[in-house]
């Protein structure tokens, strides 16, 4: 079975730093998978926040965190990471790690969650000002 878990969210002051661990476990992670992080505020709908095509260094970024977040994956540790600086209160939120099937296409911007099958429980991120 194949299992996506988060770590790192928390508490901390608009300005602050925060970096999201997706464990993932079950198979290996390879090259040219499709992942990504959403978010999801209370009342809000979910939106995509960040993806990779693991290896080659290919991303998108939603405007609302580009130049604050970073994207970055670890093959050998089989684990995705979110680097979040220059944190603001609108980036409180749940965050989930997500993946697609492996061999389908991933074509980045769009973050259509009905395109991602495997999905981690959640992190909360709360950022106070």
């Known amino acids: 079975q194949v299992r996506l878990v988060e770590s790192g969210g928390g508490s901390v002051q608009a300005g602050g730093s925060l970096r999201l661990s997706c464990a993932v476990s079950?198979?290996?992670?390879?090259?040219?998978?499709?992942m990504g992080w959403f978010r999801q505020a209370p009342g809000q709908e979910r939106e995509g926040v960040v993806e990779?095509?693991?290896?080659?260094?290919?991303?998108w970024y939603a405007d609302s965190v580009k130049g604050r977040f970073t994207i970055s994956e670890d093959i050998a540790k089989n684990t995705l990471y979110l680097q979040m600086n220059s944190l603001k209160p609108e980036d409180t939120a749940m965050y989930y790690c997500?993946?697609?099937?492996?061999?389908?296409?991933?074509?980045?911007?769009?973050?259509?969650?009905?395109?991602?099958?495997?999905w981690g429980q959640g992190t909360q991120v709360t950022v106070s000002s």
């Open positions: 997500a993946a697609k099937p492996y061999g389908g296409r991933c074509l980045l911007g769009y973050m259509k969650e009905n395109e991602y099958r495997d």
């Open positions: 079950g198979v290996r992670l390879i090259y040219n998978e499709c």
């Open positions: 990779i095509i693991t290896g080659g260094g290919n991303t």
